[in-house]
């Protein structure tokens, strides 16, 4: 086997790489970069002068990223209202009090429990209506450059803290009277 010229009948490539061949060029997934030689094609127009493209026109409306957000952003808001709606589901009071008043079924009670019962409905259901009002607040609060995550844990929020403001409302519906107290029999002398 022999190196020479002579024995290769194709021509020779003796012209060198352009400037900047060999080298990758990049460009975003979906869109195609003109040809060098060619100018870019501009989008058609109809007879009234207005542009047919709708591609451009959307391009424009979406940001590209998010806005950052602040202390008054729909994101801040959002997680206030879980951690608000977490306290409330991790307590587990609610639950527990609507399922105790089901089973008590009207029967009387001490009406020392009873003022106990009412301060822990009234506690968690005005958590969970917090937890509402913020999560409607920074859902009112998000626009196109808001992240994802902040419309979802907002409407999850809402919908959650609405259940458990409306479990505390049957349960405060369903506390039974006072049992009337007992008096001690007298003590002989």
């Known amino acids: ?3 020479t010229p002579e024995d290769h009948p194709g021509p020779e490539n003796t012209t ?3 400037e900047g ?3 990758p060029t990049f ?3 979906g869109t195609e970069a003109p040809p060098r030689d060619e100018a870019p094609v501009e989008p058609e127009t109809d007879p009234n002068g207005e542009d047919t ?3 451009e026109d959307a391009e424009e409306a979406l940001p590209t990223e998010p806005r950052p957000g602040g202390v008054l952003s729909a994101e801040t808001f959002t997680i206030a209202g879980l951690i608000l709606l977490g306290v409330t589901v991790m307590s587990g009071q609610l639950i527990e009090i609507l399922t105790s008043m089901i089973l008590v079924d009207g029967q009387p009670i001490e009406g ?3 003022r106990q019962i009412r301060i822990q409905l009234m506690t968690g259901g005005s958590m969970a209506l917090i937890a509402v009002i ?3 607040l920074a859902l009112s609060l998000t626009d196109a450059g808001s992240r994802h995550w902040a419309r979802w844990g907002s409407a999850a929020t809402i919908l959650v803290g609405l259940m458990f403001v409306v479990v505390a409302a049957v349960a405060v ?3 039974p009277e006072a049992a009337p107290q007992m008096m001690p029999p007298p003590m002989p002398n």
């Open 1 to 3: 086997m022999s190196t």
């Open 16 to 18: 060198s790489a352009p």
């Open 21 to 23: 061949g060999g080298k």
């Open 27 to 29: 460009e975003p997934a």
């Open 53 to 55: 493209d709708p591609g």
């Open 112 to 114: 020392g429990q009873i």
């Open 134 to 136: 913020l999560g409607g």
């Open 173 to 175: 519906y369903m506390i």
